[in-house]
C-alpha cells in the first residue's frame, strides 16, 4: 500500500473515461448498420457481449494504475 497519492490514478481515470467514450461511440455508429436486421434477442447477445468486452483490458489498466506496472 502507497502512502502518497501517484499522477497514474487521476491520469488512468480520464484514460479510461476517454476510452470508453470512444469505444462507445464507435460502438452506437457502427454495430447497428451490421446488427440491425438481426433477430433481437441475437443483437441483444451481440451487445452483452460488447458492453462486457472492455472488461478484458480493465484489470490490466487498474494493475498499471496501482503499480506502475503492466502485469
Known sequence: MRNEPTWRIPVG???LLFALAVYGLVIARYVPEVIGTWPTLLQTLVYVA???AW???LRRFLIWMETGRWG
Open 55 to 57: 472488461l478484458l483490458a
Open 13 to 15: 481515470l480520464l484514460g
Open 50 to 52: 460488447l458492453g462486457l
